[in-house]
């Protein structure tokens, strides 16, 4: 009789791989029974884990552009659907995936059976829970407390802020006085343009474009905290504490980033405090966060009020929510709207019809600019800044599948399987959206076109939704108005090949959109 003892190295190792191969194998076989036997993609890992989520985008592995370098392919499959399935081969949760308007709609408007995955929570919250960070238990708690911030005196007043925003950037970045000009990195000015304007109109704080947001903590400026903490939020809120501490030298910038913010977010807190509850008839009660801090008052003492960490914790996910978001779809917009000349000569067309000899808008023009209003909706739709949410039922349920020969599909979904609701395919649904990778602004003229849903759908739709259209209406309008807006060809390229081109250097973090590109800005001459 043999004794472990007398086994080979070699052949104990063989031995442990087996058993390892075996059990992952079953692993998987569990994972296909899990989403249905769907057919879809397959990777090393899947999209949720910690490999298949931080390695890059490649044939291999997910990445954070699993989506977008799938378009074309995936809900293609000989057997395929408008649900298909991922899952990783060595590990990672298997997920279902979807591109139909009435599966998120099920989802999403249906908030008993699907709820947040704890992962997705526990990703978003490095302050702790907020209204987007929480699940149905307490998610209601918040969403009272800020919901106030979001009522109908907002919206003139971020106008206002878009337009006097406007004219500082031209004046400061000294482009207007100039015949043309280059603006040499689109992200970056509507990254700016939307922070400075949630940080205006959210929370009082007044700004020139040159100027920093309050004083200097740790050596950085509030907009410094906030590009170093918002770009690395996931790995803020998910690394142990102690991480923080190695002596590593990026580790160590995103705490002191971390901490300086909660700083700044507790000082904002404290004054308008000492400042005391603003009337109504006050400029400063119209901004976001005073509503937000007097709804909260009224409730002191009572189960429904927040913590001051809560509330730190809400102030940041504003301003993460109400910058990178809008920032991303505004950039996508003026590439799209550059490379599409007749579409942009349409939208400058109708601005000229609302605005008298070329004045400023006021907040009333809004609803007579529908075009303007089309062509933001068509840059959300074919870039989804936020391109994808993710679910899962807290119980077994089933999903009805729109199918293209009529009879819906029935597909179980056991209680905790992730569903990963693709706003990239969804737009680009052709059964829902004729012509899905044309930049058609008109579309969204016609009652019939199915609803943009890049917003969400259901209880937890985006709160910020007429925020984020107001200014992106009031920005594209001015913008229009004073410059004809051109992409910088090389030579012999075509607008096609430029957008084609443009659309592959993309990139994700908290939003999604185009990567750094220039735009060709020539000022329109007034008849
Ligand atoms: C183009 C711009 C925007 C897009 C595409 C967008 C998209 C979304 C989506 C898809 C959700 C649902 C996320 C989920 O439930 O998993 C959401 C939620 C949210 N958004 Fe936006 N958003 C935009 C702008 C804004 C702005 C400007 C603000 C604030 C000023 C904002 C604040 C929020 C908040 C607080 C939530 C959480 C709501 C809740 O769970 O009750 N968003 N947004």
């Known amino acids: ?227 170093v903490t918002s770009s690395s939020v996931v790995l803020l809120s998910m690394l142990p504490r102690w991480m923080f501490f190695l002596p590593l030298k990026a580790l160590r910038r995103l705490r002191d980033a971390r901490k300086a913010l909660d700083l700044i977010l ?31 008052d009224g409730e002191k003492g009572s189960k429904a009020a927040l913590s001051d960490q809560e509330l730190v914790s809400n102030v940041f996910l504003l301003l993460l929510a109400g910058h990178e978001t809008t920032s991303r779809a505004l950039a996508g917009t003026l590439g799209l709207l550059a490379c599409h000349p007749t579409e942009q000569q349409k939208a400058y067309e109708e601005v000229m019809s ?53 009879e819906p599909l029935a597909i179980p979904v056991k209680a905790d399987q992730l569903i990963w609701i693709d706003w990239i395919g969804v737009g680009r649904n052709p059964r829902v959206y004729a012509a899905p990778d044309s930049f058609m602004p008109s579309r969204w003229l016609d009652p019939t076109t199915e609803p943009l849903l890049n917003f969400s759908y259901g209880p937890r739709v985006c709160i910020g939704k007429r925020f984020a259209l107001t200014e992106s209406v009031g920005i594209l309008c001015l913008l229009l108005r004073d410059h004809q807006i051109e992409p910088i060809l090389k030579i012999g390229q075509t607008l096609q090949e430029w957008r084609t081109e443009w659309e592959t250097n993309v990139d994700s973090n908290i939003g999604f959109g185009p990567k750094p590109f220039p735009l060709k800005m020539t000022r329109r001459q007034l008849a």
């Open 354 to 406: 609302v605005l008298k000899k070329g004045n400023d808008p006021t907040f009333d023009d809004f609803e007579r600019l529908p075009f303007i209003q089309g062509c933001f909706s068509e840059g959300l739709r074919l870039f989804p800044s936020s391109p994808a949410m993710i679910r899962a039922p807290l119980s077994d349920t089933v999903l009805s599948i729109p199918s293209t020969n009529g």
């Open 1 to 227: 009789m043999y004794s472990f003892s007398l086994l080979s190295w070699p052949i104990a190792l063989a031995g442990i791989l087996l058993v390892l191969a075996i059990d992952r194998i079953l692993a998987y076989y569990r994972g296909l029974a899990l989403v249905s036997y769907l057919p879809g993609e397959r990777y090393f890992f899947s999209p949720v884990s910690i490999p298949g989520a931080i390695l890059p985008t490649s044939k291999w592995n997910p990445g954070n552009l699993w989506m977008w370098s799938g378009r074309g392919r995936v809900y293609k499959r000989k057997g395929g659907s408008e649900i298909e399935s991922c899952l990783g081969w060595l590990g990672g949760m298997p997920l279902l995936y979807n591109n139909s308007p009435e599966v998120a709609k099920q989802v999403l408007g249906n908030k008993s059976v699907w709820d947040k995955p704890q992962i997705i929570i526990d990703s978003l919250a490095p302050f702790g829970p907020n209204v987007f960070a929480t699940n149905q238990a307490d998610w209601p708690r918040h969403r009272r407390i800020v919901a106030p911030g979001f009522g109908g005196g907002l919206y003139p007043a971020v106008w206002n802020e878009t337009v006097n925003t406007y004219y500082d950037c031209l004046a400061t970045e000294k482009w207007e006085s100039e015949d043309s000009f280059i603006m040499p990195n689109v992200v970056a000015i509507t990254s700016k343009f939307a922070l400075y304007l949630i940080a205006k109109s959210g929370f009082g704080i007044d700004l020139s474009w040159n100027e920093s947001i309050g004083e200097k903590i740790n050596g950085m400026t509030m907009p410094e905290c906030f590009e």
């Open 266 to 296: 507790r000082g904002i807190i404290d004054k308008r405090r000492a400042e005391g509850v603003v009337s109504t008839e006050d400029q400063r009660s119209k901004n976001i966060f005073s509503l937000l801090l007097k709804a909260n």
